[in-house]
């Protein structure tokens, strides 16, 4: 007995020698563990206590453990594990024959969902049309969408289809009458609540509440038949609505009617306009470049060409078939920042970049030039500037102009689709951002190019 508590003695003498050893007299008291319990030993990265000689790394008994930081500890290591929110690319298919490069392949109907995180790879397919195999699904002509309703909306040749971002459900599928009216390309107005919407090919715009899908009125457009494409001011206030003809409307909002007309050379094809709706600029037939129109006046201000050796002849030639849509081109856009100004050719399968010189000049960079495998025929800038897609399924660096990924479906084939939306999730799958799918100047991105760059500053002072 004497000798057990001899030993008991001297065990309680070493613990007390080794905590002062640690600790010493008037030192820090010891750290407490994740349970609350001082720690005379190491705390790792979890606030668990380890004996010392456990952290010290040998050949006999390896250690790749981090120790404790206050500023970077969590409680838990379940966070980690909780959803987040995420970054998607939303496209809609079919596009029609027009967006089919091979008539080989087909990219099926529905949204075809990828993650531009993880190298564009395919996420999900939604259907949207349920049809029995033996109904060819309408074409797809338009996609927008609204985080006020966190619905995005796809418009076919004859409905207009609205689905819950949150559950992949459609919430309302709707005609319009005259039945066979509906619709085109359209945009959400800022505050996310109202839609405007082309009809097919008609003289008309809808106005449609953008969470139960009535009209709430029509534009008419009389001096622009068939109207196809459309872009709205960043403000919301002004419609530029655009017919397969010379044409343009340029409406208002707030009283759904007419303000003025303009008139370009040809018929018009994709348009852009800049960050403060000033200019319009505009694909047409028969051209391979662009024609700038004043908004303030109503007149076209200037035609930029690319050199005639580039295109004249082959698109003269009667024998020469061109991919897309019977024009030497038919997409337009402004990087975000209005510094450049890209266009597709169509005729030689390559992407074209202007760049801006102020005062409405722009300057074609052949350095710039992105080689395609096929025409491209619409251009959408990425939320964040920095990527660019095409409808060749193309992803394009803005700062490289070099292409960086490809947009294919769940079968490896590239996706040839003109409507396609980069947008932005919370971790409850409410939609936080929706890119402008029309490529227009941004006025936040340019009031930081001028602020920036000392020669975008004289630039603007000319303008």
């Given amino acids: 007995m004497n000798r057990m508590l001899l030993c008991a003695a001297a065990s309680t003498i070493a613990l007390i020698a080794y905590a002062g050893s640690s600790w010493g007299q008037g030192a820090q008291k010891p750290p407490l563990d994740a349970g609350g319990k001082p720690c005379p030993g190491v705390l790792d990265f979890e606030k668990n206590c380890l004996a010392p000689w456990v952290t ?21 290591e379940a966070p980690n594990f909780l959803r ?44 949207l049309q349920n049809l029995p195999a033996s109904l060819k699904p309408e074409d797809v002509a338009g996609m927008m969408a609204s985080p006020a309703t966190n619905m995005v909306y ?10 819950d971002l949150a559950t992949d459900k459609v919430v309302w599928n709707n005609t319009y009458e005259p039945i066979g009216t509906c619709c085109e390309r359209g945009q959400v107005t800022p505050d996310g609540l109202t839609l405007e919407v082309g009809s097919n ?16 009125g ?42 003025k007309t303009i008139t370009f050379s040809d018929h018009i094809r994709p348009l852009v306009i800049n960050s403060d709706a000033t200019r319009v600029y505009a694909n047409l037939n028969n051209l391979l470049g662009f024609e700038i129109a004043d908004v303030k006046s109503g007149k076209v201000i200037k035609r ?34 209005e510094s450049e100004l890209w266009i597709g050719d169509a005729i030689n399968d390559q992407l074209l970049v202007f760049d801006n010189e102020g005062h409405d000049n722009w300057k074609l960079d052949m350095r710039k ?20 897609y095409l409808s060749s399924g193309d992803v394009i660096d803005v700062a490289s102009h070099k292409i960086v990924g490809k947009l294919k479906d769940e079968w490896g084939h590239l996706i040839h689709s003109e409507k396609f939306l980069d947008m932005s999730f919370d971790a409850k799958g409410h939609l936080l951002r929706v890119v402008n799918q029309f490529a227009n100047g941004d006025p936040v991105a340019v009031a930081h190019r001028v602020a920036t760059d000392p020669l975008a500053k004289q630039k603007e002072a000319r303008n």
């Fill in 56 to 76: 010290q790394n040998s050949e006999d008994r390896p250690y790749r453990g981090r120790s404790y930081d206050p500023k970077t500890f969590e409680v838990s």
């Fill in 154 to 163: 796809i418009s076919t040749r004859g409905h207009l289809i609205a689905l």
């Fill in 201 to 216: 090919l008609q003289n008309f715009h809808r106005v449609i509440d953008a969470k139960t899908g009535k009209v709430k």
């Fill in 84 to 127: 987040k929110g995420q970054e998607l690319v939303y496209i809609a298919t079919p596009g029609g024959v027009s967006d089919d490069a091979d008539s080989a392949v087909y990219n099926g109907e529905g949204i075809i969902v990828l993650d531009p995180k993880a190298h564009y790879a395919f996420v999900k397919r939604i259907p």
């Fill in 369 to 388: 030039r992105v080689k395609l495998d096929h025409s491209a025929d619409w251009i959408t800038m990425g939320l964040d500037g920095k990527r660019a």
């Fill in 304 to 337: 930029v060409e690319v050199p005639g050796n580039m295109w004249k002849a082959k698109w003269a030639d009667p024998n020469r078939v061109f991919f897309g849509h019977g024009a030497p081109m038919h997409a337009i856009g402004l990087t975000p920042d």
């Fill in 218 to 259: 029509i534009i008419p457009t009389p001096q622009s038949p068939n109207n196809h494409n459309m872009v709205m001011s960043p403000d919301g206030k002004t419609v530029f609505d655009a017919p397969n003809g010379v044409t343009l409307t340029v409406a208002s909002m707030e009283t759904m009617k007419p303000i």
